[in-house]
Nanobody, 124 residues
């Protein structure tokens, strides 16, 4: 079982930036694929970005491509989501998730360890 904790989100104006981090309590963090998801009210979480265990492969949803960047520091057991040019449509609860395995995982149902989530609100 991997425990995940996201950093605090917040309220940002449209066009602004925010960086989220997610700390994992696990000894072999580099052996876990990580994903960032967001959940709008009343909806299931959608994948935003994903990163392989080594950090060498990344995936972005079309809606955030070119604006969001995910990275990881395996020495610190932490994955990051840098969000730039934020839009009101980016407002959601953001969650990080982990799945044991080295490859890139982009399917929500394959993740079996989830953080509690953090609210990001983008005002127009």
């Amino acid at each position: 079982q991997v425990q995940l904790v996201e950093s605090e989100g917040g309220l940002v104006q449209a066009g602004g930036s925010l960086r989220l981090s997610c700390a994992a309590s696990v000894h072999t963090f580099s052996r876990y694929a990580m994903g960032w998801f967001r959940r709008a009210p009343g909806k299931d979480p959608d994948v935003v970005a994903a990163i392989s265990g080594s950090g060498g492969s990344t995936y972005y949803a079309d809606s955030v491509k070119g604006r969001f960047t995910t990275s990881r520091d395996n020495a610190k057991n932490t994955v990051y989501l840098q969000m730039n040019s934020l839009k009101p449509d980016d407002t959601a609860v953001y969650l990080c998730a982990a799945r044991q395995g080295l490859g890139l995982v982009t399917i929500t149902a394959l993740y079996n360890n989830w953080g509690p989530g953090t609210q990001v609100t983008v005002s127009s």
